[in-house]
C-alpha cells in the first residue's frame, strides 16, 4: 500500500491541540520499519556515525545519501510545529512525514543547529548532533491511517532509489534476519528477486529512472497485482507474526509490544488526538 498523504483531515485536530504540537520536536521514521523503532526506543536516537561504531544491527545505518537525508553522519534531522506551520508538503517536513508517518516525541531541552551537513529545503528541519538519549524521547505519535493496518498493508520503503538497489535490499534482508534471528524462507527471496528484476525492467524504459520511480512501481503493481514494496512488507509481516506467534497483528500491536518503557503514545485522528495508552 502507497503511503497516506491525505494529511487534510489531521490540520484540524492539530490546531485544536496546538499547544501539545509546539512542546516537542518530531524525529520520523519515514521508511515506517518497526525494527528500527525498536533499536531506538533501546539505544536513543543516534546518528550515522555512532550507529556504526556500535556496530549496531539496525536499517538506521542507510547511506547518508538515502532519503534525500540531511544527516550526514553526525546529526539527526527533527522537525517542528508552530503556529507558522502552513501545512505544505512541499517545504514543511512536519507536514511530509510527522503527519505520515511514525514519530518520536522528543523533549525540546536538547541542543539544535539550524542546518546538518547539508543544506536542509524543508523551512522546519533542525539538526540536533550526535545523539538524543533515550530519556528525551516523550512519546509515539502515529496517524490513524496507520494504526490498524494489517504488516503486509505497510509502505516499508520510501521513494529513494537508493533503497532499490542490490547492495541496499541485502543489507536489508541481512537486518532483517539478523534482528529476528531466524531465516527469511527462500519462497519470499525469489519472489523478491523476481519483482526486482521487473521493477528495473520498467525503470529502464524511462529516461530518469530516479525521476521515474513511483511511477515505474505503481506500472509494477498494476501489471503483476504486487510490486517490490508489497514483498518486502510482506515478510517483515511474516517474520513479526513468527516473533509474536500471532498471524493477525496490526501495525500498533507491534508498536504496543515494543513500547516496554510503556512511554505515551498518541494517535492523531480527524477532529481528534487520543492517547493509546
Known amino acids: 500500500m ?44 543516534l546518528c550515522k556515525y555512532l550507529i556504526e561504531s556500535k556496530n549496531l544491527p539496525s536499517l538506521y545505518t542507510h547511506s547518508s545519501n538515502d ?35 511514525l514519530s518520536l516525541l522528543v523533549d525540546k531541552d536538547i541542543s539544535i543547529d539550524k542546518e546538518g551537513e547539508r543544506l536542509t529545503f524543508f523551512d522546519d528541519e533542525i539538526f540536533c548532533k550526535g545523539s538524543i538519549d533515550k530519556s528525551k524521547i516523550k512519546g509515539i ?78 506500472k509494477q503493481r498494476e501489471k503483476y497485482g504486487k510490486d517490490i514494496k508489497d514483498v518486502l512488507a510482506c515478510i517483515l509481516e511474516y517474520m513479526w507474526s513468527l516473533k509474536y506467534n500471532d498471524i493477525n497483528l496490526k501495525y500498533i500491536d507491534i508498536v504496543n509490544n515494543l513500547n516496554n518503557e510503556n512511554i505515551p503514545i498518541y494517535e492523531v485522528g480527524e477532529n481528534r488526538l487520543k492517547k493509546e495508552n
Open 141 to 218: 505519535l502515529i496517524p490513524e491511517h496507520l494504526s490498524n493496518l494489517k504488516l503486509s498493508e505497510v509502505n516499508s520503503l520510501p521513494s529513494d532509489l537508493n533503497c532499490y538497489t542490490k547492495t541496499y535490499l541485502n543489507n536489508w534482508l541481512s537486518s532483517v534476519e539478523k534482528y529476528f534471528g531466524n531465516s527469511i524462507p527462500k519462497y519470499y527471496i525469489e519472489e523478491l528477486k523476481e519483482s526486482y528484476k521487473s521493477l528495473w525492467e520498467i525503470l529502464n524504459t524511462f529516461g530518469s529512472p530516479e525521476k521515474w520511480l513511483e511511477s515505474a512501481i505503481w
Open 2 to 45: 502507497d503511503k497516506n498523504r491525505d494529511i487534510n483531515r489531521y490540520i484540524n485536530t492539530i490546531k485544536e491541540n496546538q499547544d501539545f504540537f509546539e512542546k516537542y520536536y518530531y524525529h520520523s521514521i519515514i521508511d515506517l520499519n518497526l525494527i528500527k523503532l525498536d533499536y531506538i526506543l533501546q539505544n536513543g536516537i
Open 67 to 101: 532519503y534525500d537525508s540531511k544527516n550526514g553522519n553526525n546529526f539527526i534531522s527533527l522537525t517542528k510545529y508552530s503556529s507558522k506551520t502552513t501545512f505544505n508538503e512541499l517545504f514543511e517536513s512536519f507536514s511530509l512525514h510527522t503527519l505520515t508517518c
